[in-house]
């Protein structure tokens, strides 16, 4: 009892200490940023306390402080190994559950995700979004073979995103059509230049992803990343700069959109809604992106998952577990590595021509770090090598902010000018404190196994038969 | 000048203490001629010359220190030796010079295939994955079969096929055919071992190099370790060279015995003959292993 007694205060001491000093940094940091604003006023500097949202910063750090200490202390208290034992049983069955259930929730997403166009709510607004968040989808899955399977940490996956969509758009608006006026190519290819290009922009993201990784794969982790980082960013500042090219700061516009089976959106006689005997509407084409994007994604999930099963994808996953003992078992670390970055690079690369291909127009501000960084944290969030927690990851990530912008709560708690967009940053750094904090591991970070050794079972018809012996 | 006569002369006076049985009609897998490693000043390996045989367990044994690991890790290729040749003699008569060769290259194409000191299995993978990806190079032969792998072509799910049947063969030879799809890292300490070298097996070896197989191992799983390594030597034709510290395990399966001592080689014969060769007694004496040997 007494012991019991001692160790509460002791708790709450050790609580309030903590959360005293964290109150403390709290207003160190906050009491220049926010708690004083310089303004100019007459030709003289100025000095406007907002004493307010210091205080309010400070006493939401104290509370938050003390919380998680006094949770935490409880959840150190050791268990008892009886205890233990009944919660593995616990979580291994729920853990066959937890698979289907998966399973399940995905085919659900699929069906879903496949009508989605012709449900009644899906308009304009909404199509866009979803075409966005499967792009994201999509370029986590890809990235999802670099870092999840291959465990390399490339923080410049934006580069190749960047490759695709510059090939397709240099291809489209100068080579091919060069190419035609020279009279060596028919003028007829122009209306399937999106399916000529797709693939060879996917080929040159990856010829770029084999480049820039071939001289840098010694490095491990941390500088693997550096290195990375610094290439995409190297990258922007010659798309930036070769106005030759690139076309500098104002990049590239009418590139050609894509065509179904060589159909145009438009409205001449030889479009899509003429040659369908459909009433033209800009909604046709939004339609036909969004299973454009659909297919390719689905495609990268295909290839991706077949990947694992595969000895290269089993090879990528042994090396991220152990390089040294891969190299003795006689695999070529090296090569693996190249392979995977060079994966990881198409479907970015995929994915870049049909941005490109979508947009009509591009440049290098849509390459930023801030993409990177926004692929790599779906990729984290979703759980290292989860297909689905990726998807769910880009869906919060991509389609939270924006779905956060509509809504009308915010504004009639925040006031009229309350942009929920402004603290989207601010939302990326929250989410991820907290899954690192829940669920350090991602979402979703259950793993199954690439292959399975099947247990001969005896069969119903054997046992028949020795039940009438 | 007259130091490398001397020790060219002491190495060749080793060769000559050979006792016969160990060379009986066997040529050498292995040749390994004046190897050299030097970190710094200090010479981990110092001039050892030695034979490998066919179908023999060759055992290498010294006191902590003594240069085991490295001597390994040079046959391997993962050491670059400062100095010195290794050859390695296939049953074709091709010879491959190991200390120019990479790591995984010695692993794939001459089917030299080690384990490690401190087991270095794939631990969140499963035991069944393990040994799915030793068998990597057989799978991967070409740029086109990895392809065709995509398209689960006929010609892959029948090398998958094999694959996955010559791992359940060893899986049931080590009794964890139960543990097939649990992760390898859950497994108990002695079947990690088995597992490691097992996994080494896949890859398809001709010589085997165990570095300490048998750490770490209570009686009754050293004996199991014993009968797989005899099994490996004689239903299967592969040589072993293995690193040891339990000398009764020594005595009882090895065919050839190489003691080391400061990174110098100073016996070289038959188990019987190491056991009474004055230099091993010497480097062993007032060590606890001497009640061992004796
Ligand atoms: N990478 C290295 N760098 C420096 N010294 C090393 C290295 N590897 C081994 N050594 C030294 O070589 C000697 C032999 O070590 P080792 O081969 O591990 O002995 P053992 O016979 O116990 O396996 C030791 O003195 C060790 O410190
Ligand atoms: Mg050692």
């Known amino acids: 009892m007494n012991i019991e007694k001692t160790d509460r205060s002791r708790c709450l001491n050790e609580s309030l200490k903590a959360s005293f000093l964290a109150a403390l940094v709290a207003f160190a940091l906050s009491f220049l940023v926010l708690g004083v604003e310089t303004r100019l006023f007459e030709n003289k500097v100025i000095v406007v306390p907002h004493w307010n949202y210091v205080a309010l910063i400070v006493l939401t750090v104290f509370v938050m402080r003390f919380m998680s200490v006094l949770f935490s202390w409880k959840r150190r208290k050791p268990s008892t190994d009886l205890k233990r034992a009944k919660k593995s049983y616990f979580s291994a069955l729920f853990e066959t559950k937890f698979e289907n259930l998966l399973k399940i929730f995905g085919i659900a997403l699929f069906i879903f995700a496949f009508f989605l166009p012709f449900f009644p709510f899906s308009g304009r607004y909404f199509l866009d979004l979803s075409i966005l968040i499967l792009t994201y989808t999509m370029l986590g899955w890809g990235l999802n073979v670099v870092i999840g399977l291959a465990g390399l940490l490339d923080l410049g996956y934006v580069a190749f995103y960047a490759a695709g969509a510059y090939s397709y758009a240099l291809l489209s608006t100068s080579f091919f059509p060069f190419l035609i006026e020279q009279g060596y190519l028919n003028p007829v290819i122009m209306n399937w230049i999106f399916w000529i290009c797709l693939p060879l922009s996917g080929i040159s993201a990856a010829l770029l992803g084999i480049s820039i990784a071939s001289p840098v794969l010694q490095l491990r982790g941390d500088y693997l990343a550096i290195v990375t980082l610094a290439f995409a960013e190297i990258l922007r500042m010659i798309l930036i700069n070769w106005d030759e090219l690139t076309g500098g700061p104002n990049g590239i516009s009418r590139i050609p959109h894509p065509s179904f089976l060589g159909i145009e959106f438009n409205r001449s006689p030889e479009g899509f809604s003429a040659i369908f005997d459909l009433e033209y509407s800009s909604l046709q084409r939004l339609i036909f992106l969004y299973y454009l994007i659909f297919f390719l994604a689905m495609l990268t999930n295909v290839i991706t998952l077949r990947l694992r099963r595969l000895p290269i994808g089993r090879s990528c996953e042994a090396m991220r577990e152990d390089e040294i003992a891969c190299r003795s078992l006689g695999i070529d670390t090296r090569n693996t590595k190249l392979t995977a970055f060079a994966i990881g690079a198409m479907f970015a690369g995929f994915a870049g021509s049909f941005f490109a291909a979508r947009q009509g127009f591009i440049s290098p501000e849509s390459f930023g770090f801030m993409e990177s960084a926004l692929i790599l944290s779906i990729v984290v969030l979703g759980g290292l090598g989860s297909q689905i927690g990726i998807v769910i990851a880009s869906i919060v990530m991509v389609g939270g902010v924006q779905a956060a912008r509509r809504l009308e709560f915010f504004n009639t708690l925040f006031g009229p000018d309350f942009d929920p967009s402004v603290y989207r940053m601010l939302l990326f750094g929250l989410v991820m404190v907290l899954i690192m904090i829940c669920a350090p591991r991602g979402l979703i970070s259950h793993r199954t196994p690439s292959i399975l050794l099947q247990k001969k079972k005896a069969s119903p018809a054997d046992l028949t038969l020795e039940e009438q012996r | ?294």
């Open chain 2, 1 to 294: 000048m007259t130091a490398t006569m001397e020790k060219n002369c002491s190495s060749s006076q080793i060769n000559d203490r050979l006792s016969p049985k160990a060379e009986a009609g066997k040529n050498p897998i292995l040749q390994v001629d004046h190897l050299v490693m030097r970190f710094g000043g200090l010479a981990a390996i110092n001039d050892i010359s030695c034979s490998i045989f066919h179908s023999n367990i060759t055992a290498i044994i010294g006191p902590n220190g003594a240069g085991k690991t490295t001597f390994f890790n040079c046959l391997t290729g993962f050491y670059k030796p400062t100095e010195g040749m290794i050859r390695m003699h296939h049953e074709d008569g091709t010879v491959f010079f190991l200390e120019r060769m990479d790591d995984f290259r010695i692993s794939a194409s001459t089917n030299l295939v080690r384990t490690f000191q401190n087991i270095r299995l794939f631990k969140g993978m499963t035991v069944l994955e393990n040994l799915m990806v030793a068998q990597h190079n057989k799978l991967v032969r070409t740029f086109g079969s990895a392809i065709s792998g995509l398209f689960c072509s006929s010609g892959y799910v029948a090398r998958e096929r094999e694959a996955l049947d010559l791992a359940k063969y060893w899986l049931d030879r080590i009794g964890l055919i139960e543990s097939a799809n649990e992760p390898a890292g859950s497994l108990p300490y002695g079947s990690q071992r088995r597992l490691e070298i097992v996994r080494a097996m896949c890859a398809e070896p001709r010589l085997l190099c165990l570095d300490e197989p048998a750490a770490g191992l209570n009686p009754n799983e050293t004996s199991q370790m014993n009968t797989l390594l005899r099994f490996i030597r004689d239903k299967h034709a592969v040589s072993i060279m293995l690193i040891e510290h339990d000398m009764s395990m020594v005595m009882k399966i090895s065919d050839h015995v190489i003691v080391l001592d400061y990174g110098e080689k100073i016996s070289d014969g038959t188990p019987e003959f190491v056991r009474n060769d004055p230099a091993v007694i010497a480097a062993y004496l007032g060590t606890e292993d001497l009640e061992n040997i004796n």
